[in-house]
């Protein structure tokens, strides 16, 4: 059981961890392709405000009426226009016009190409500018990326002006930080996960210790119990040979019965939950394991008023513990009797499945009203659903919430499962399902 809770808290850390760093890794990312897309969009709002060029750069914010330097444009020859006052907080420098790649495609009110500016490039054509063009206005879209290119559109006096800015640096810079910061990510979540793994014992050390003394108390406490328990059952017998029995003393050995179960049970599940509890391992005829079992309760149930069935397939072995398979057995069928409508039927059926590479034990019982939520807490210590297994009404058949408690134990000694469902349609409760790897 500690195992299990070291894992358990191992993982959902690990789960928690795996959460969180996806959220970082993914926000830092997300916020660098933000700011990149940002600063390129204001670059081309700059190039836009001066008709396709970058104005020169003034540290002051001086408006300069120098044109830029624009050599082998394919536009035809044309006075470029005063520059507007830069920007500097946009991103604008006095290296940015020599380091951003470009071209200008210019277009009529009518969305017809009138001239191409691709003298800031090398990689695009006139041609293929054209085509660039082309693209975005049949698009209707007025920002975006076209293939390398991230653009932008403009309104002039003449008609469009689109802008084409080469960002493959950008691309190269952005993939780069991703795979680094994942990089860095998966290392880190390593050496946390590595980390938690060592230091989960300490972190689980109180639970572990509750459950020790828990554990201690209640075999010190059944030990105990056992010798007053002894003295108590003697002398109703010595009262009974003084005199009659009578409806007390009967009375107080029916008690006593009751404890001394309760006792057994509690002990066997305290040795149960043991992390390597003493198993005889071998191999054994379970298909007569289970019917040896199993039979006993077949004249219990039949002054209930019930009905014991018994489906064995034959000449199945398994490899286990045999006397703990066969209090297993005792435990569910002892229990589908229980709990049974008056009048029911109890099925203990044993059978291979997935092509006999597995053996199934499942006990089942006619139940007018199944439990409800979640089932598998009924594996769980002293719990009684209330609707079936409550004694505050004064019924009976309620037990202490224990017997389906070690039968859980001893399946998971034998590294199998135990589950229960309910089938509303058959009016049955199947409280169990076994599943027995067969031994090869």
């Known amino acids: 059981m500690i195992?299990?809770?070291?894992?358990?808290?191992?993982?959902?850390?690990?789960?928690?961890?795996?959460?969180?760093?996806?959220?970082?890794?993914?926000?830092?990312?997300?916020?660098?392709?933000?700011?990149?897309?940002?600063?390129a969009d204001n670059l081309l709002n700059i190039i836009i405000e001066n008709d396709g060029r970058f104005p020169e750069f003034d540290p002051n914010g001086m408006k300069h009426d120098k044109p830029q330097d624009n050599s082998d444009s394919s536009s035809d020859s044309v006075s470029p226009p005063e520059s507007k006052k830069p920007d500097k907080h946009r991103g604008f420098n006095e290296e940015t016009k020599y380091q951003t790649r470009y071209f200008v495609?210019?277009?009529?009110?009518?969305?017809?190409?009138?001239?191409?500016?691709?003298?800031?490039?090398?990689?695009?054509?006139?041609?293929?500018?054209?085509?660039?063009?082309?693209?975005?206005?049949?698009?209707?879209k007025t920002s975006g990326t076209s293939?390398?290119?991230?653009?932008k559109t403009g309104d002039t006096d003449k008609g469009k002006i689109i802008v084409f800015m080469d960002c493959r640096s950008d691309s190269a810079t952005k993939n780069r930080f991703l795979l680094v910061?994942?990089?860095?990510?998966?290392?880190g979540y390593i050496l946390v996960?590595?980390?938690?793994?060592?230091?989960?014992?300490?972190?689980?050390?109180?639970?572990?210790?509750?459950?020790?003394?828990?554990?201690?108390?209640?075999?010190?406490?059944?030990?105990?119990?056992?010798?007053?328990?002894?003295?108590?059952?003697?002398?109703?017998?010595?009262?009974?040979?003084?005199?009659e029995p009578n409806q007390w003393t009967v009375s107080i050995k029916n008690q006593?019965?009751?404890?001394?179960?309760?006792?057994?049970?509690?002990?066997?599940?305290?040795?149960?939950?043991?992390?390597?509890?003493?198993?005889?391992?071998?191999?054994?005829?379970?298909?007569?394991?289970?019917?040896?079992?199993?039979?006993p309760f077949t004249?219990?149930?039949?002054?209930?008023?019930?009905?014991?069935?018994?489906?064995?397939?034959?000449?199945?072995?398994?490899?286990?513990?045999?006397?703990?398979?066969r209090q297993l057995v005792s435990i569910l069928t002892e229990n589908a009797v229980k709990y049974a409508d008056d009048g029911g039927e109890i099925i203990v059926k044993l059978f291979t499945s997935h092509n006999g590479k597995e053996t199934d034990l499942e006990v089942s019982n006619t139940c007018k009203e199944p439990p409800?939520?979640?089932?598998?807490?009924?594996?769980?210590?002293?719990?009684?659903?209330?609707?079936?297994?409550?004694?505050?009404?004064?019924?009976?058949?309620?037990?202490?919430?224990?017997?389906?408690?070690?039968?859980?134990?001893?399946?998971?000694?034998?590294?199998?499962?135990?589950?229960?469902?309910a089938e509303n349609s058959m009016m049955t409760v199947s409280y169990t399902h076994l599943t027995l790897p067969t031994k090869a």
């Open 372 to 421: 409800q939520g979640d089932l598998t807490k009924l594996f769980d210590r002293f719990y009684r659903d209330d609707s079936s297994r409550s004694r505050s009404k004064g019924e009976k058949k309620g037990g202490y919430g224990i017997g389906l408690s070690i039968a859980q134990a001893i399946v998971r000694s034998h590294k199998s499962k135990i589950s229960c469902k």
């Open 256 to 295: 006593i019965t009751r404890l001394n179960g309760l006792l057994k049970e509690l002990l066997s599940l305290a040795k149960m939950e043991e992390e390597k509890p003493a198993l005889t391992m071998a191999d054994f005829n379970i298909s007569d394991a289970v019917y040896d079992a199993a039979s």
């Open 299 to 325: 004249t219990l149930a039949e002054t209930k008023g019930k009905k014991l069935t018994i489906d064995v397939a034959n000449g199945l072995t398994y490899h286990g513990d045999e006397g703990a398979i």
């Open 147 to 151: 293939g390398n290119y991230r653009y």
């Open 193 to 243: 996960c590595l980390l938690i793994i060592i230091f989960s014992k300490r972190a689980i050390r109180p639970v572990v210790e509750s459950f020790e003394k828990q554990k201690r108390f209640i075999t010190d406490a059944g030990h105990e119990i056992k010798t007053p328990l002894a003295i108590i059952s003697a002398n109703t017998e010595v009262l009974e040979m003084v005199s």
């Open 181 to 187: 910061s994942c990089a860095i990510g998966a290392a």
């Open 3 to 39: 195992k299990r809770l070291q894992r358990k808290f191992v993982v959902i850390a690990a789960v928690c961890l795996l959460i969180v760093e996806f959220a970082i890794i993914g926000g830092i990312n997300g916020v660098n392709i933000y700011q990149t897309n940002k600063n």
């Open 105 to 140: 495609v210019y277009a009529d009110s009518n969305g017809e190409i009138t001239k191409v500016d691709t003298g800031h490039v090398a990689a695009v054509s006139s041609s293929q500018a054209i085509e660039y063009g082309k693209s975005v206005l049949d698009s209707g």
